[in-house]
Nanobody, 113 residues
Framework: QVQLVESGGGLVQAGGSLRLSCVASRSIFSFSDMSWYRQAPGKQRELVASITTGSSTNYADSVKGRFTIYRDNAKKTVDLQMNSLKPEDTAVYYC???????WGQGTQVTVSS
């Protein structure tokens, strides 16, 4: 089993930035595509960004140009740099190891207007 632990969430004003980090417990992290999802109150969980083992990236239209996903296989981390944050970005953000289907516990991001 792979444990994923997210950090970096918090409260920020609109227009601000946050960087989320997800660290994996095992070195097999390098064999999995990784994703960040988010879930706002009363809404379904949605894909925000993903990165393959070869570091190809994909983004939801709503975050393109504002968010960037990174991975560091040596450190077993996948980060999400979030810039120009909007109130509609408020959600719990989850890290996922796609190959294994494992999720982190989530980290809250709140953007005030």
């Amino acid at each position: 089993q792979v444990q994923l632990v997210e950090s970096g969430g918090g409260l920020v004003q609109a227009g601000g930035s946050l960087r989320l980090s997800c660290v994996a417990s095992r070195s097999i992290f390098s064999f999995s595509d990784m994703s960040w999802y988010r879930q706002a109150p009363g809404k379904q969980r949605e894909l925000v960004a993903s990165i393959t083992t070869g570091s190809s990236t994909n983004y939801a239209d709503s975050v393109k140009g504002r968010f960037t996903i990174y991975r560091d296989n040596a450190k077993k981390t996948v980060d999400l740099q979030m810039n120009s944050l909007k109130p509609e970005d408020t959600a719990v953000y989850y890290c996922k190891a796609d190959h294994f289907g494992f999720w982190g516990q989530g980290t809250q991001v709140t953007v005030s207007s």
